[in-house]
Nanobody
Framework: QVQLVESGGGLVQTGGSLRLSCGAS????????MGWFRQAPGKEREFVAAITWTGGTTRYADSVKGRFTISRDNAKKTVALQMISLKPEDTAVYYCAATTLGIGTTPRLYAYWGQGTQVTVSS
């Protein structure tokens, strides 16, 4: 059974930083590209960042470029999202997801999802 478990969310002030982590089990982690998505109340789930199975290529939403960094550790089966200079508009539930279909930005391309972790940025 595939499990993706996010951690590291919380409440932070504008300009602050957080590091999200996602641990994977039940899949050959190094065979999957990994992505982070987020969903704010009343909004659709949106792409944040993705990384290829080797970690050699990354992709970011324009709204987070220069502020967020995605990384992975295949030995530990984890993917992380380092977030700096956080803004109130970054407030959302953040999800990690796994796909064998490349680092796409569309949620339907991702086969497996975690339960999400809440990030709240206060103004």
């Amino acid at each position: 059974q595939v499990q993706l478990v996010e951690s590291g969310g919380g409440l932070v002030q504008t300009g602050g930083s957080l590091r999200l982590s996602c641990g994977a089990s039940g899949l050959t982690f190094s065979s999957y590209a990994m992505g982070w998505f987020r969903q704010a109340p009343g909004k659709e789930r949106e792409f944040v960042a993705a990384i290829t199975w080797t970690g050699g290529t990354t992709r970011y939403a324009d709204s987070v470029k220069g502020r967020f960094t995605i990384s992975r550790d295949n030995a530990k089966k984890t993917v992380a999202l380092q977030m700096i200079s956080l803004k109130p508009e970054d407030t959302a539930v953040y999800y990690c997801a796994a796909t064998t279909l490349g680092i796409g930005t569309t949620p339907r391309l991702y086969a497996y999802w975690g339960q999400g972790t809440q990030v709240t940025v206060s103004s």
